[in-house]
């Protein structure tokens, strides 16, 4: 993690990215932890995943998204499966 002030946008980005790849991480490890070691998978789980949340709300609040606003539209107008 960056310390201080985040820089641009694509530096928020990437840290999310990392972020969500350590929590994955923490989720998989937790499947192969020993009984002595489950505490701590399931520590690291949370400290990922508050992380992972922490940065995605910080995003949020700089308005940093990861797609272009155009891919926003609707991809089906219709109403049902019969609309032709």
Avoid at 53 to 74: H, I, N
Wanted: hydrophobic share 50%; with cysteine; glycine share 6%.
């Amino acid at each position: 993690m960056l310390a201080g002030p985040r820089g641009t946008a694509a530096v928020l980005v990437e840290e999310i990215d990392r972020a969500r790849h350590a929590w994955h991480l923490a989720l998989h490890n937790f499947d192969f932890a020993s009984a002595e070691y489950v505490d701590f998978a399931v520590f690291t789980i949370n400290a990922a995943e508050c992380c992972y949340t922490a940065l995605l709300k910080e995003a949020k609040k700089k308005g940093v998204v990861a797609w272009r606003e155009e891919e926003l539209a609707p991809v089906a107008t219709g109403t049902g499966a019969n609309d032709a």
